[in-house]
T-cell receptor
């Protein structure tokens, strides 16, 4: 069964304190791995797509990496506005575009 | 910037009533989806829709659920007889030319069944 597990469930950082979020996955034929940001009461906001092991993507203070079993979202020198829930999702080998989500990591950055 | 629009933002309905949740996907997108998120839980896939037909549906998407693209811009989710356990945030999403491009989500409809 295709599955996505994120850790930790919650993370508290001081402003400027860098860290990483983990997304472990088991999927029958990975088509793509996606990172989304979700603010309370809002829809997921797209951040990155990774397609193959070794691939990296960057956007401002965020950098996503991918291996054959997991992905990391590295947050460098975070600011309070980076506080949100970060969701990881995978697309398996079916061609319907279905996303399988992890439960998310809730990040709180204190000033 | 193009966005997915959902209405209403919040709907309260009595158990057993029918509800229709509405979505306007991004205009040049071809793949449409509904997801739901029960409070405190994962975002769960309900259904994908392409070329005016369902391409995949989850176990959650039983006979009480249906989707429709009644015109060139709207995409709807109907729940025929709502249950208490249908209370959740429902998200519409769309993606562009291929199913493997990123999906963009709307802000959601919070459905409360009382």
């Amino acid at each position: 069964e295709d599955q996505v597990t994120q850790s930790p469930e919650a993370l508290r950082l001081q402003e400027g304190e860098s860290s990483s979020l983990n997304c472990s996955y088991t999927v029958s034929g990975l088509r793509g791995l996606f990172w989304y940001r979700q603010d309370p009461g809002k829809g997921p906001e797209f951040l990155f797509t990774l397609y193959s092991a070794g691939e990296e993507k960057e956007k401002e203070r965020l950098k996503a990496t991918l291996t054959k079993k997991e992905s990391f979202l590295h947050i460098t020198a975070p600011k309070p506005e980076d506080s949100a829930t970060y969701l990881c999702a995978v697309q398996a080998s079916s061609n319907t575009g279905k996303l399988i989500f992890g439960q998310g990591t809730t990040l709180q950055v204190k000033p | 910037e193009p966005e997915v629009t959902q209405t209403p933002s919040h709907q309260v309905t009595q158990m057993g009533q029918e509800v229709i949740l509405r979505c306007v996907p991004i205009s040049n997108h071809l793949y449409f989806y509904w997801y739901r998120q029960i409070l405190g839980q994962k975002v769960e896939f309900l259904v994908s829709f392409y070329n005016n037909e369902i391409s995949e549906k989850s176990e959650i998407f039983d006979d009480q659920f249906s989707v429709e693209r009644p015109d060139g811009s709207n995409f709807t989710l109907k729940i025929r007889s709502t249950k208490l356990e249908d209370s959740a945030m429902y998200f519409c999403a769309s993606s562009a030319v291929g199913a493997f491009t990123e999906a963009f989500f709307g802000q959601g409809t919070r459905l409360t069944v009382v």
